[in-house]
């Protein structure tokens, strides 16, 4: 059991809760996650570990309500349980000195991306910071983001902060003005990383791209996670959630991500009714 | 006279129920019942029976009380070398043990010994029988009652709660180690939990045998992933001796096309989101693809399983596709037979060559190839050999992939200095102990594969290697 110590509302559907977890709190890397279940007749949900507060023994999850679980997760209090927590989970980042280092998030997907950039700033790169959401209300982590980064842009598609457009944009924009980027780091929905992917494939940089598939357990037992990364089968729970974004087959993970759509949706709809 | 006595059957569901259920297939034995089948028992004086069990359970000895009416002392003379008979009696592959060696098998049909240990184990776990090792609401798992090692006595640590796990902690703890077992998933008992479904071993059961094992003392911290939240090398600063028993749970893919598609699972994933997450059951917010025309892959346990659970889940045409025929599938054969009568379709000598899905990336079609069998290959089996021009499509949308797991390389790739083989199981001498200074290991994690049974076996003689090694 882990107890909820706070819960912030970051806007209309994204919630901060910071979790009493003081071994994953001292264990945890940048990259990493954890495994939850909120109750006995629970799923097991994955969520990327956004940060940390090692001498209060706390990890920090933001979380989209999008679905069932999601929802009750977030309609939590402080001071109740949560009542199953594994982790840390999943390959730290592998963090070195390059030089300059873009770091591109994409709506909720921002908040992993948080610890990774801390830990590459920490490092002593220069650090340029995209972030990207449908509105001003999705942009997930901007004051934190600022504070770490030595150049912020935001995109929202509609143009209420930032400028209007994707984060693929503002990306196209950097390279086109010569800036010598060692690696760019991208965090979102699958085809916001996709894009990305495509984008730096033409311009041979390194991109690190963090996987959001399906998972059960996350420690490797099932390879309900199982993505395609170059000529190989991956588990992204234990292989990742880093790859190599110029290897990994998008679309395939994509379509995966589909396959339990009407189930999603039909238990969504019952938690809905049952709780006005 | 005795032997003239026939071999006493389980009362059982019948097919047609059973496939709309995950109900225990097999009921126990009536009292009347396991007083005959004991009877049967010729009392050899060098039981060859015993040497045909991996933790060597005194058979005749057990037998003989039930067949005298003493079942707590039967309960306690199987206890003394097993702590599992209640699984054991069910998931066995007696055939292949204790039921292979028997000289009644010899000339008619061996003493049912798997049915003999389930039942004095069931019986046990009556509420008013005296035998019952936990009968005390206090001895919850949760709770930890965890005050019987004394404070000086050395720490275990045993990592994973599968049947090697569960057997090594309970002998140590009987040795008066304080024990403590870490379980990376939300609930005890590895592939007792997690792979074999209800239909074969209720779970009730699965928790009531680790209630013992926690009511005697052992503790047990669930949600701990071994390698992340703590690595070996972490333990063996807090622990005297670490016993590796993490499984080979890491499932096996053929590499073929369209495995990615929707659809297609791993039997680890479909039995996990069945057996540990309850995806059958109204309520449970795991789901399921529920498929009409399911293919197994593979012929062993897992696959037979996999494949049983999908009749449940209401499929109207469940395949078992298995590249040899039937003489070479691994599975238990009371399983084999189940399953046949719950109308489950045998392919034997086919395999598929790739999978084919619609536009959404949902299976629609395996491609299968006919197989012949060759000469014989280095594990003595016939090899099967592709029949060229035999492909042909069967139309099927759910696959699941059961040709066998490998090992989990969380441990090995977090614990540099334990010598592993170069498929990632971990090296281990003859008592369970590794090259690493305090670390032992066994069951799926070091041989590869197996039987609950044979797990139980390597966390037992491992558990008496450490006791001889450390001193209390």
């Given at each position: 059991m882990a107890q909820i110590k706070a819960v912030t509302r970051l806007s209309k559907n994204v919630y901060r809760l910071t979790v009493a977890a003081p071994e994953i709190a001292a264990k945890h890397q940048p990259g990493q996650f954890i495994i939850l279940r909120l109750d006995k007749n629970g799923e097991r949900i994955p969520l990327t570990i956004a940060d940390k507060d090692t001498a209060a023994g706390t990890i920090d999850l933001i979380v989209q309500a999008v679905g069932k679980t999601t929802h009750q997760l977030v309609s939590l209090k402080a001071g109740e349980d949560i009542l199953d927590l594994a982790g840390p989970l999943g390959l730290p980042t592998r963090i070195e000195k390059l030089g300059t280092v873009v770091m591109l998030g994409g709506g909720v997907g921002t908040a992993p991306l948080y610890p990774i950039a801390k830990g590459f700033q920490q490092a002593g790169n220069k650090i340029i910071t995209i972030l990207g959401a449908r509105n001003k209300d999705l942009l997930v982590l901007p004051e934190e983001f600022a504070a770490l980064s030595d150049e912020l842009l935001l995109m929202t598609d509609d143009g209420s902060l930032g400028e209007k457009g994707l984060v693929?944009?503002?990306?196209?924009?950097?390279?086109?003005?010569?800036?010598?980027?060692?690696?760019?780091?991208?965090?979102?929905?699958?085809?916001?990383?996709?894009?990305?992917?495509?984008?730096?494939?033409?311009?041979?940089?390194?991109?690190?791209?963090?996987?959001?598939?399906?998972?059960?357990?996350?420690?490797?037992?099932?390879?309900?996670?199982?993505?395609?990364?170059?000529?190989?089968?991956?588990?992204?729970?234990?292989?990742?959630?880093?790859?190599?974004?110029?290897?990994?087959?998008?679309?395939?993970?994509?379509?995966?991500a589909n396959t339990y759509k009407t189930a999603e949706k039909d238990s969504l709809n019952k938690y809905l009714e049952a709780s006005p | 006279m005795a032997e003239k006595t026939v071999r006493q059957k389980k009362p059982e569901q019948t097919p047609q129920t059973r496939r709309t259920n995950f109900l225990e297939v097999a009921g126990n034995?009536?009292?009347?019942?396991?007083?005959?089948?004991?009877?049967?028992?010729?009392?050899?004086?060098?039981?060859?029976c015993v040497s045909g069990c991996p933790v060597g359970v005194k058979i005749p000895q057990?037998?003989?009380?039930?067949?005298?009416?003493?079942?707590?002392?039967?309960?306690?003379?199987?206890?003394?070398?097993?702590?599992?008979?209640?699984?054991?009696?069910?998931?066995?592959?007696?055939?292949?043990?204790?039921?292979?060696?028997?000289?009644?098998?010899?000339?008619?049909?061996?003493?049912?010994?798997?049915?003999?240990?389930?039942?004095?184990?069931?019986?046990?776990?009556?509420?008013?029988?005296?035998?019952?090792?936990?009968?005390?609401?206090?001895?919850?798992?949760?709770?930890?009652?965890?005050?019987?090692?004394?404070?000086?006595?050395?720490?275990?640590?045993?990592?994973?709660?599968?049947?090697?796990?569960?057997?090594?902690?309970?002998?140590?703890?009987?040795?008066?180690?304080?024990v403590t077992v870490f379980e990376a998933l939300h609930e005890l008992g590895g592939v007792l939990a997690y792979g074999i479904p209800e239909f074969r071993l209720p779970k009730e059961i699965v928790r009531r045998e680790i209630k013992s094992l926690s009511a005697a003392g052992v503790?047990?911290?669930?949600?701990?992933?071994?390698?992340?939240?703590?690595?070996?090398?972490?333990?063996?600063?807090?622990?005297?001796?670490?016993?590796?028993?993490?499984?080979?749970?890491?499932?096996?893919?053929?590499?073929?096309?369209?495995?990615?598609?929707?659809?297609v699972y791993s039997a680890n994933e479909y039995l996990t989101r069945l057996n540990l997450m309850k995806a059958y059951q109204p309520g449970a917010d795991t789901p399921i693809l529920k498929g009409q025309n399911v293919a197994v892959i593979g012929g062993g346990n897992v696959a037979l399983d996999a494949?049983?659970?999908?009749?449940?889940l209401g499929a109207a045409q469940v395949y078992l596709i298995y590249r040899r025929s039937r003489a070479e599938m691994p599975a238990r054969r009371e399983e084999i037979l189940h399953a046949e009568e719950e109308g489950l379709r045998f392919l034997f000598l086919h395999n598929p060559l790739r999978y084919l899905g619609d536009e959404k990336g949902f299976v629609q079609k395996?491609?299968?190839?006919?197989m012949t069998l060759g000469e014989p290959d280095a594990s003595g089996r016939r090899r099967p050999v592709p029949e060229l021009g035999s492909e042909y499509e069967l139309a099927v949308d759910t696959v699941i992939v059961a040709v066998g797991t490998q090992a989990n390389p969380?441990?090995?790739?977090?614990?540099?200095?334990?010598?592993?083989?170069?498929?990632?199981y971990i090296i281990i001498d003859e008592n369970g102990r590794t090259a690493k200074k305090g670390v032992w290991a066994g069951g799926d994690i070091a041989s590869g594969a197996a039987t609950v049974i044979l797990a139980m076996g390597a966390g037992k003689r491992a558990a008496r290697s450490i006791a001889s090694t450390l001193t209390i």
């Open positions: 693929t944009h503002a990306l196209q924009k950097l390279i086109d003005q010569k800036i010598e980027i060692k690696k760019v780091v991208a965090i979102g929905p699958l085809i916001m990383m996709k894009f990305v992917a495509e984008l730096t494939r033409k311009y041979k940089i390194p991109t690190v791209v963090s996987l959001n598939s399906l998972m059960i357990d996350g420690t490797g037992m099932c390879g309900g996670c199982r993505v395609r990364v170059g000529a190989e089968t991956k588990f992204t729970c234990v292989h990742g959630p880093e790859f190599d974004g110029h290897l990994v087959d998008f679309d395939a993970l994509l379509k995966r | 034995y009536s009292p009347e019942q396991a007083r005959l089948e004991a009877g049967r028992c010729l009392q050899c004086k060098n039981p060859v057990f037998i003989q009380q039930i067949k005298d009416g003493a079942l707590a002392r039967a309960y306690e003379i199987i206890r003394a070398d097993n702590y599992l008979p209640a699984v054991c009696g069910r998931v066995c592959p007696q055939e292949t043990q204790c039921e292979g060696r028997c000289v009644l098998g010899k000339k008619g049909e061996p003493v049912a010994v798997g049915n003999l240990e389930r039942f004095a184990a069931d019986w046990a776990a009556l509420p008013h029988n005296a035998a019952t090792p936990c009968r005390d609401a206090a001895c919850s798992v949760s709770t930890g009652a965890a005050d019987a090692a004394p404070q000086s006595a050395a720490k275990i640590a045993v990592v994973g709660s599968g049947p090697s796990g569960l057997t090594c902690a309970a002998e140590l703890n009987a040795a008066g180690f304080d503790r047990f911290e669930t949600n701990a992933v071994i390698g992340k939240i703590q690595t070996i090398a972490d333990l063996l600063q807090n622990f005297a001796a670490v016993y590796i028993a993490s499984g080979a749970g890491f499932p096996s893919f053929m590499n073929i096309a369209g495995e990615d598609l929707n659809g494949a049983r659970s999908a009749l449940r395996a491609l299968l190839q006919k969380i441990i090995k790739d977090t614990t540099p200095d334990l010598p592993t083989d170069k498929r990632g």
